[in-house]
């Protein structure tokens, strides 16, 4: 290995990285070399003094400054930019999505000739939302196997690369119900995991409808439509903004 | 010559970046997705109790990205009024601090790309900060005060990583998804900030005598 190659390698040495052998001959290398030494222990230096360097503290009227900012903003002590206008019970406003996700699950379960209504959101207890939980992850279970079993049968339409980025993105998802289950089951009167979970399931819901509109438009052989249909499946699943 | 350290960031299951971002825990994730849940409601506790946990992290990020201790303050109130008006879009699917940092990266770059940034001495700013306490070492404490005026001159980019990496404590993974780059990105920037610190401290082959 030339010189240039094991000056490229030092990063990796630095950050502790390298494999043994890899290390190994990158040391002999440094035992001969009095430029390549210098420069490694140099970038040892720098890396070990930033991980020292002192932290500041931030003032302690920042906060106050952003409440202010906040209250300010929303016109109420603890009102929230985005909900006003909204239900004030926050649980009944995810039902309401909820909700609304069973009345879509319902018109695709016109399609499978399958039969769903939407619950009304009373106010309850702990079992109450637990129970009503399980009822929408049941309905959504429903119309994801009804959804799996079409696309389970018509993938070949579909091309291989398109079918095989779809798996993933199902996998991803399928991970994430599974966390959030896990944590619904063990926190069931926890708002966020409840929430967490539904979101996971309309989001496996959305793919596997997309799949089957994309099915679909590629038998009738509407590829432009497809391919918009592909790159909006595409975007949906990609990493958070900002 | 110092040993290199073993790395035990990469590819342990335990991250080794600061408790209040890299936690993969899920009893973590949970507690988070909690707060930022309670936050949606409104709840200004939750958002406090948010605030309190990553506050300093941000703070530490804001100065040495700007180099001034006035600026990073108001950076840390305008990214955490950020955070707020953007919890909506928030689904979870990075770890929360995760989305924060890189929030924050990307108004402190916003900053300095505007030209409003105003660098001074970055030692006149912890001198004259109330929370800067000097080391007992002097020789130390002068390798860690030209190394925080080296920072201020790297190239943005090169600075946002070395600081997420080298200073903050994360691994390349989690540096990688903060500023939106591929992993090798990540490391490629590392190195070469630590060649331009090296570079900028008066370490390079001319500068340097007789070792």
């Not at chain 1, 109420?76 to 996700?101: D, F, I, Y």
């Not at chain 2, 928030?90 to 770059?109: K, Q, S």
Request: overall charge negative.
């Amino acid at each position: 290995m030339n010189e240039d190659r094991y000056r490229a390698k030092l990063g990796d040495y630095v950050d502790g990285s390298m494999s043994g052998s890899e290390q190994q001959s990158l040391e002999a290398h440094l035992e001969t070399c009095q430029s390549c030494r210098a420069m490694a222990a140099d970038l040892l230096e720098i890396k070990s003094t930033a991980g020292s360097l002192e932290r500041v503290t931030p003032p302690g009227d920042v906060w106050k400054r952003i409440a202010d900012s906040i209250r300010a903003e929303t016109g109420a002590p603890q009102a929230s930019p985005w909900q006003s206008g909204l239900a004030k019970n926050a649980w009944s406003h995810r039902w309401a999505l909820a909700a609304t996700a069973i009345i879509l699950i319902g018109t695709l379960a016109i399609m499978n000739q399958l039969d769903f209504f939407p619950s009304e959101p009373p106010e309850g207890s702990v079992e109450w939302v637990a129970a009503e939980l399980r009822a929408a992850d049941e309905h959504y279970q429903n119309a994801i196997q009804a959804l799996e079993k079409i696309v389970a049968k018509d993938q070949s339409t579909l091309d291989p690369e398109v079918m095989a980025v779809l798996r993933e993105n199902l996998m991803v998802i399928e991970d994430a119900i599974g966390e959030s289950r896990t944590a619904a089951r063990q926190q069931p009167e926890s708002m966020v995991a409840g929430d967490s979970l539904l979101t996971a399931l309309r989001r496996k819901l959305s793919l596997l409808q997309n799949t089957v509109l994309l099915i679909n438009e590629v038998r009738k052989g509407q590829g432009e439509n497809a391919l918009d249909l592909i790159d909006e499946m595409r975007d949906s699943e990609s990493p958070d903004p900002s | 010559m110092l040993a290199p350290m073993q790395d035990v960031r990469e590819g342990s299951g335990v991250p080794r970046g600061p408790s209040s971002v890299s936690s993969t825990t899920h009893q973590a994730r949970a507690e988070e997705a909690t707060l930022v849940a309670r936050c949606r409601s409104g709840d200004m506790e939750a958002f406090e109790a948010i605030y309190r946990r990553h506050s300093s992290a941000m703070y530490n990020l804001a100065f040495r990205m700007v180099g001034n201790l006035t600026e990073a303050e108001d950076l840390l109130q305008e990214i955490f009024l950020q955070a707020y008006n953007k919890l909506p879009s928030y689904e979870g699917r990075a770890a929360f601090g995760t989305w924060l940092y890189r929030l924050a990266v990307n108004r402190c770059l916003d900053h300095l790309r505007s030209g409003a940034a105003h660098r001074q001495s970055v030692t006149k700013s912890l001198d004259e900060s109330a929370g800067f306490s000097p080391s007992a070492a002097p020789e130390s404490t002068s390798a860690r005060l030209d190394l925080e005026n080296a920072i201020v001159q790297l190239p943005h980019s090169y600075r946002s990583a070395f600081l997420l990496y080298d200073v903050q404590g994360f691994g390349h993974r989690e540096v990688a998804d903060i500023l939106g780059v591929a992993e090798g990105t990540s490391k490629s920037l590392v190195h070469k900030a630590r060649l331009k610190l090296r570079e900028l401290l008066g370490k390079s082959p001319r500068e340097k005598s007789g070792e």
